[in-house]
Every structure is written in C-alpha cells, then in structure tokens.
Nanobody
Framework: QVQLVESGGGLVQPGGSLRLSCAAS????????TAWFRQAPGKEREGVSG?????????YYTGSVRGRFTISRDDAENTVALQMNSLRVEDTAIYYC????????????????????WGQGVQVTVSS
C-alpha cells in the first residue's frame, strides 16, 4: 500500500551533520503520520522523530534529539526528511522511516508498534 525508501545515511564525525530522506510511493494519501526510528545493535528500536500528514504537520521529537534534529515534509515530492545536526557518537544506529495510516495518539507517533509500513533502513555512523 505504501512503499518507503530511505537515503542519505553514511559516516560523519561528532558534531557534524547528515540529512536523511524518506521517499514514499503508493497510497501516500492514506498516511496519517510518518516517523523516523533508529536501532543500534543489541538495543530496542527507538522513536526519533515523527510528523503528521495534512496541513498542520505537527512534529514530535524524542528528548535526546530535540534541538539537534529537524523533521520536515515535502508533499509535492512525497518525501520526509530528517536533518541531523550536532551529531553524537550515541546517534550511531540504523535509521528507519515508517508510515502509519491509522490515527494514533501523540505518544503513539513515536511507538514503532503503531506503524504499518517500513523502509529498509540506512546506516548512520558517527565516529572520529
């Protein structure tokens, strides 16, 4: 129903920046929210940032990235981007884009079990 493809991962030094992009296709008009999650080896998948579809485009961030990361939408291109600044070693993880078609709560925006569609993931490595 919805296909997601991430791009923009790579290696960056601490304090550097990286921009991830999630391109959506299929029935994108049905998407309620899009979010970025990350998972490091041996750790649970963590919600990083989410954005609601529609005009309001409410944004949500987990505390560890608030002020450093910015999520945005480009509806004309059906993409969601995550601009990551002031990167830290602990940001190292595989980052996944996900979309959900069912309305969810504010807390649910960053809960991976709420999401229906997932991209393949991209590696982000922060290292000196």
């Amino acid at each position: 129903q919805v296909q997601l493809v991430e791009s923009g991962g790579g290696l960056v030094q601490p304090g550097g920046s990286l921009r991830l992009s999630c391109a959506a296709s299929g029935r994108t008009e049905d998407v309620f929210a899009t979010a970025w999650f990350r998972q490091a080896p041996g750790k649970e998948r963590e919600g990083v940032s989410g954005i609601l579809s529609g005009r309001n485009q409410q944004k949500y961030y987990t505390g560890s990235v608030r002020g450093r990361f910015t999520i945005s939408r480009d509806d004309a291109e059906n993409t969601v981007a995550l601009q990551m600044n002031s990167l830290r070693v602990e940001d190292t993880a595989i980052y996944y884009c996900a979309a959900v078609t069912r309305p969810t709560t504010i807390a649910g925006v960053l809960e991976p079990e709420k999401y229906d569609f997932w991209g393949q993931g991209v590696q982000v490595t922060v290292s000196s």
